[in-house]
C-alpha cells in the first residue's frame, strides 16, 4: 500500500501548488522575501560562505535559489579525461541503458524514448549507452552545467505532472522522471551524442536557460525546437540553466563514450565540476 506521501502527491493539484510556490519565489516585497530566505537557510542548514552575494543583496527568492557561487567554489576535473557531474547534488542511480531502459529504482524503470518526449531516434543513439540521474536536493546549488563539451542541436519540453523527486517517490512512482515535467537538451561533442535532461517536480516553478531563457513552465503540449543553425556551443562545466526551485538532471551517453568511476552508486553525494565517469574514446587529435 502506498505510502499518505505518495497518495498525497496523486491528489494534489500539482501545477495549481507550483504556481502559487512560483508567486512567492518571485515576489521581490522586501519582508517577505527575506523572511523566506532566512528560514530556507535555517531549515536547510545552507552555507552561504560559498555564495557570491549575500541576503540582502537577492532581489526575490528565486534570485537566493538560483545564486551564483564565488568564482573557484567548484573546481572542474580535466575534462579532456572526465565527464564532469552538471550540478551539485547525490546519484539517484548511474548505469547502463538496457534494452531501452533506464533503471530508476526496484522494480522501476523507463524508457530513452519516453524521456526525450517520444523521439524514436533519438532515444535509439543511446541504446547500449550511459545514464546517470542527479537530484538535487533543496538546499543544494541550483545552477546546472555542462557534462562536457557540447553543441546544442535541440531543445524539447515534454509537459507532464510535477510529483516530488526524492528517493522515496522514486520507488514508489512508477516511470518518474518520464512521467515529470521536462527540457531535454541534445548535444554533440568531442564525447559523441549526449543528453542533459532537466527533469521539474512538485513546486518547482520553472526552468531557464542561458540560450533561450525562461521556459513557459506548466505549458499544455510538447515544443521541439531545433539549434543546428544558432551556434550554441557550450565549454565542459559552463552553466547551461537552472532550477526555480530544484530537481534533477539525467543524462544519458551513446555506448562506448563514457565509464563511470568506480565508487558512485545510489546515494553517493556529488559537486558540480567533479568527475563522474572517463570518456572512453581517445583525446582529440590523438
Not at 87 to 103: H, K, P
Request: with cysteine; charged share 20%.
Amino acid at each position: 500500500m502506498a505510502s499518505p506521501f505518495i497518495l498525497l502527491q496523486h491528489a494534489l493539484p500539482h501545477h495549481a501548488v507550483s504556481r502559487l510556490a512560483g508567486k512567492f519565489a518571485s515576489s521581490e516585497t522586501p519582508w517577505l522575501k527575506d523572511r523566506l530566505i532566512r528560514r530556507f537557510i535555517a531549515t536547510y542548514d545552507i552555507d552561504m560562505s560559498q555564495a557570491a552575494r549575500s541576503i540582502e543583496q537577492f532581489a526575490s527568492f528565486n534570485d537566493f535559489f538560483t545564486r551564483e557561487l564565488k568564482p573557484g567554489a567548484r573546481p572542474l576535473a580535466d575534462a579532456d579525461e572526465f565527464v564532469l557531474s552538471p550540478a551539485d547534488g547525490a546519484v539517484s542511480q548511474i548505469g547502463t541503458i538496457e534494452r531501452g531502459e533506464i533503471f530508476q529504482a526496484k522494480g522501476r524503470a523507463f524508457t530513452a524514448r519516453q524521456l526525450l518526449g517520444g523521439d524514436a531516434a533519438a532515444a535509439e543513439r543511446f541504446e547500449g549507452g550511459s545514464f546517470a540521474t542527479i537530484y538535487l536536493s533543496p538546499r543544494d546549488y541550483h545552477r546546472v552545467h555542462m557534462p562536457a563539451a557540447g553543441v546544442l542541436q535541440s531543445t524539447t519540453y515534454v509537459p507532464g505532472d510535477l510529483f516530488s523527486v526524492n528517493q522515496v517517490t522514486a520507488e514508489n512512482v512508477d516511470g518518474l522522471f518520464a512521467r515529470n515535467e521536462r527540457l531535454a537538451c541534445l548535444f554533440d561533442g568531442p564525447v559523441g551524442r549526449f543528453a542533459s535532461v532537466m527533469v521539474g517536480a512538485m513546486i518547482v516553478a520553472g526552468i531557464e536557460t542561458v540560450w533561450s531563457g525562461r521556459v513557459e513552465a506548466h505549458a499544455p503540449k510538447l515544443v521541439h525546437e531545433d539549434f543546428v543553425s544558432r551556434d550554441v556551443s557550450l565549454e565542459a562545466g559552463a552553466e547551461m540553466g537552472r532550477f526555480f526551485l530544484g530537481s534533477t538532471v539525467v543524462l544519458l551517453f551513446e555506448p562506448g563514450r563514457v565509464k563511470w568511476l568506480d565508487g558512485f552508486e545510489a546515494g553517493s553525494t556529488v559537486r558540480m565540476g567533479e568527475a563522474l565517469g572517463r570518456r572512453v574514446q581517445p583525446k582529440a587529435g590523438a
